[in-house]
């Protein structure tokens, strides 16, 4: 898993060790499989949330590992035209690369460690795909997607894009420079990630190396989970199984330990946030309050009000997937 890595995690910033007299190690209350799943025009997934209660989530609401898969010449997929409301997309790229474009201008492409974050807000199409030379070629194909609900009063904010290539993220390094943390959004140990969200979350890509250990401070009134993107090993003080495709749900505290297995490295995509505690009411690519809130965006779609697809574009149907 290249995404962005350091020649030597030394020498970067040390998360520093815990102190045991007054940091609470979080506890893991569970773990569960990813079932695999296709998205799209048909490219493979593992639906990380699948079965785990939305208040153990919130503020998220779902969740993607999208490959790891090593396509042939002609095989990479996408997917086309829909639109989204209520919440924010972000995806993140490990291996391989991503196009993106949407109704409100934003757009670009992503590979190795970059993150495309879409606000979704008020309402907006938008459409991921490979680049033409990946589908001519093949290759490795390797990203996460997660979506970020919006808190009822920014619902209708307004659609924006933030390109946030590997080169902007933050480094930090565990103590005896076994773990890489790269911070995406958010903070840990001080050190702030480039992602602005609505609602405040943390998100970091922690590979550890065989055998090592770290225990990263996280703010009590987050909520704290882990995504095993591959490798096995550990999760809490307690070192509860974790491998690749599972997720970890931790309780309250102040800290979380993750550890690798002797035999290998351990990738972890770490999330967490302030949890909005309102009622959410999802389907399909909207996710809003109240089911008349969710006609009403469908009315919406159909009548053009979600924006309208660019010119470029214009010879590609919108589709409501």
């Not at 970067?12 to 695999?36: E, F, I």
């Not at 409301?85 to 949407?102: K, L, Q």
């Amino acid at each position: 898993m290249p995404a962005v890595t350091a020649a030597n995690p030394l020498d970067l910033p040390r998360v520093p060790l815990p102190d045991p007299s007054t940091d609470r190690d979080r506890p893991v209350t569970s773990v569960t499989t990813a079932p695999k799943g296709y998205e799209g025009e048909g490219f493979p997934v593992r639906r990380a949330f699948a079965g785990v209660d939305l208040r153990a989530l919130d503020p998220f609401v779902h969740m993607d590992q999208m490959g790891e898969v090593d396509y042939g010449p002609g095989e990479p997929k996408g997917t086309s035209w829909h639109p989204h409301r209520g919440f924010e997309t972000v995806t993140y790229m490990i291996d391989g690369e991503m196009a993106h474009s949407d109704s409100h201008g934003g757009g670009g492409l992503i590979g190795g460690g970059d993150t495309q974050w879409m606000t979704a807000g008020a309402g907006i199409l938008h459409i991921e795909a490979p680049p033409e030379h990946l589908v001519v070629s093949g290759g490795l194909f390797h990203g996460v997607q997660l979506w970020v609900n919006l808190p009822r009063a920014q619902k209708f904010a307004q659609p924006r894009y933030q390109d946030i290539t590997g080169a902007k993220v933050a480094l930090l390094s565990s103590a005896d420079g076994g773990a890489l943390i790269r911070v995406i959004a958010g903070e840990i140990a001080g050190h702030a990630g480039p992602g602005s969200t609505y609602t405040p979350i943390t998100l970091a890509h922690v590979t550890l190396a065989a055998g090592a250990s770290v225990t990263l401070p996280w703010r009590t009134d987050f909520n704290a989970l882990a995504y095993a993107l591959g490798g096995r090993g550990s999760v809490g003080g307690k070192g509860r199984p974790f491998a690749h495709g599972q997720l970890a749900v931790f309780g309250a505290g102040d800290t979380l330990t993750l550890e690798a297995a002797p035999t290998g490295s351990l990738d972890v995509y770490l999330l967490g946030g302030k949890p909005i505690r309102e009622p959410v009411v999802a389907y399909g690519p909207f996710v809003m309050n109240t089911r008349a809130e969710l006609v009403q965006a469908y009315q919406d779609f159909q009548a053009g009000r979600l924006g309208t697809i660019p010119a470029a574009h214009a010879d590609v149907d919108a589709a409501t997937s």
